[in-house]
């Protein structure tokens, strides 16, 4: 079993629509919960973090947490040609003293196609 | 202090070759990584420094490749006898202690080995 895995893509989406991006990973001591944004040939951009259950708004963007599912997905409301990417899970877990973070382990990511 | 600073962008090199990447963190970033990602996966994790000391090393950094952090501030990546197998996108990302703001990638460094 993967350590995050997300679900298999492409996802195409018509403009104005919801797009549902989900992610589960294995590690119950994960803590830090994040959707990079990645443009074909750049490099990821952070566009949300999360860390404790529930919802997280920004903008047209909702992550939600569930610890008890090892589950965290990514709505994007209103879709815009411009968030066709791929969408990658990452999870992280703080270090023994509770101050700093390891490594981030990231999912395959999520090709996701808005279309007009 | 505009972000994280990878050098080169792009490097064509020859099998058996080696080559070496910079990395420049964010300035009050103490933490560093260095990621692999090859075309449609996610990034790989293979090694990371709190300032001068290297904490992590994954499995996936066989004897040929090493990284150093000197005085904990930029980083280099090296990788010895380039097999076709290196030929990677090779992404470098700095963390502070806020968690807030994640962890920043730089651009990256686009590896061919031919």
């Known amino acids: 079993q993967k350590e995050v895995e997300q679900n298999s893509g492409p996802l195409s989406v018509p403009e104005g629509a919801i797009a549902s991006l989900n992610c589960t990973y294995s590690?119950?001591?994960?803590?830090?919960f994040f959707w990079y944004r990645q443009y074909s040939g750049k490099s990821p951009e952070l566009i949300m973090s999360?860390?404790?259950?529930g919802d997280k708004e920004d903008g047209r963007f909702t992550a939600q947490l569930n610890k008890a599912s090892q589950y965290v997905s990514l709505l994007i409301r209103d879709s815009q040609p411009s968030d066709s990417a791929t969408y990658l899970c990452?999870?992280?877990?703080?270090?023994?003293?509770?101050?700093?973070?390891?490594?981030?382990?990231f999912g395959q990511g999520t090709i996701l196609t808005v279309h007009p | 202090d505009t972000g994280v600073s990878q050098n080169p962008r792009h490097k064509i090199t020859k099998r058996g070759q080696n080559v070496t990447f910079r990395c420049d963190p964010i300035s009050e970033h103490n933490r560093l990584y260095w990621y692999r990602q090859t075309l449609g996966q996610g990034p790989e994790f293979l090694t990371y420094?709190?300032?001068?000391?290297?904490?992590?090393k994954s499995r996936l950094l066989s004897d040929r490749f090493s990284a150093e952090r000197p005085k904990g501030s930029f980083s280099t990546l090296e990788i010895q006898r380039t097999e076709q197998g290196d030929s990677a996108m090779y992404l470098c990302?700095?963390?502070?202690?806020?968690?807030?703001?994640?962890?920043?990638f730089g651009s990256g460094t686009r590896l061919t080995v031919v």
């Open positions: 420094f709190q300032n001068e000391a290297q904490l992590e």
């Open positions: 590690d119950r001591g994960s803590q830090s």
């Open positions: 999360i860390y404790s259950n």
């Open positions: 990452a999870v992280t877990t703080k270090l023994a003293g509770g101050t700093s973070y390891g490594k981030l382990t």
């Open positions: 990302a700095s963390f502070g202690d806020t968690e807030k703001y994640g962890y920043t």
